[in-house]
T-cell receptor
Framework: KAGVTQTPRYLIKTRGQQVTLSCSPI?????VSWYQQTPGQGLQFLFE???????NKGNFPGRFSGRQFSNSRSEMNVSTLELGDSALYLC???????????????FGSGTRLTVV | QKEVEQNSGPLSVPEGAIASLNCTYS??????FFWYRQYSGKSPELIMF????GDKEDGRFTAQLNKASQYVSLLIRDSQPSDSATYLC?????????????FGTGTKLQVIP
């Protein structure tokens, strides 16, 4: 079956611009989570969506937002880009969610964002 | 204190040896724990999960959990050069009744032929 698809793979943007990243989860998976990965900080949780509702949000400024559609596809948006937003953005899908869930993530290949 | 802590390494082991990777976490209420492997330039992939105290074995991998000590470990037996990667510990934490999976910064493992 198809894996988690993220588009685009690479993006170069200028400071102050905005960007939208897309993620299509594995068919049947309704939970989509987003992470930012940088060499210094590792994987940082951005937010999780389940059935079109944001379930949780990490400690990122309001410039970072997201949404999920009825087909479980998700987008994240970053407005007013800063140099520090340069990172690999990973989308992860899961069959189930919850604080006691034992279902792990399947990650997409990521979107490499470079802000210049 | 970080929510999930791992030694960044690198941890170097000879081929055929046992590699031991460790992780501690801060949230006493955490119930589910995961190990992911990430090869350079690739995305993380799930290799193990554990939720009960004790050991869980899957092939050459053994996950160990001690909730009282808030400690999770991963043992890799008969280490192979193909095991060289960064290993990420992840903890499912209860955040307002919802999950929040928090990752450690990872331990880089090098298996020397």
């Amino acid at each position: 079956k198809a894996g988690v698809t993220q588009t685009p793979r690479y993006l170069i943007k200028t400071r102050g611009q905005q960007v939208t990243l897309s993620c299509s989860p594995i068919s049947g998976h309704r939970s989509v989570s987003w992470y930012q990965q940088t060499p210094g900080q590792g994987l940082q949780f951005l937010f999780e969506y389940f059935s079109e509702t944001q379930r949780n949000k990490g400690n990122f400024p309001g410039r970072f937002s997201g949404r999920q559609f009825s087909n479980s596809r998700s987008e994240m948006n970053v407005s007013t880009l800063e140099l520090g937003d340069s990172a690999l953005y990973l989308c992860a899908s899961s069959l189930q969610t919850g604080p006691f869930s034992n279902y792990g993530y399947t990650f997409g290949s990521g979107t490499r964002l470079t802000v210049v | 204190q970080k929510e999930v802590e791992q030694n960044s390494g690198p941890l170097s082991v000879p081929e055929g040896a046992i590699a031991s990777l460790n992780c501690t976490y801060s949230d006493q209420g955490s119930q589910s724990f995961f190990w992911y492997r990430q090869y350079s330039g690739k995305s993380p992939e799930l290799i193990m999960f554990i939720y009960s105290n004790g050991d869980k074995e899957d092939g050459r991998f053994t996950a160990q959990l001690n909730k009282a000590s808030q400690y999770v470990s991963l043992l890799i037996r008969d280490s192979q050069p193909s095991d060289s990667a960064t290993y990420l510990c992840a903890v499912n934490m209860n955040s307002g009744g919802y999950q929040k999976v928090t990752f450690g910064t990872g331990t880089k493992l090098q298996v020397i032929p």
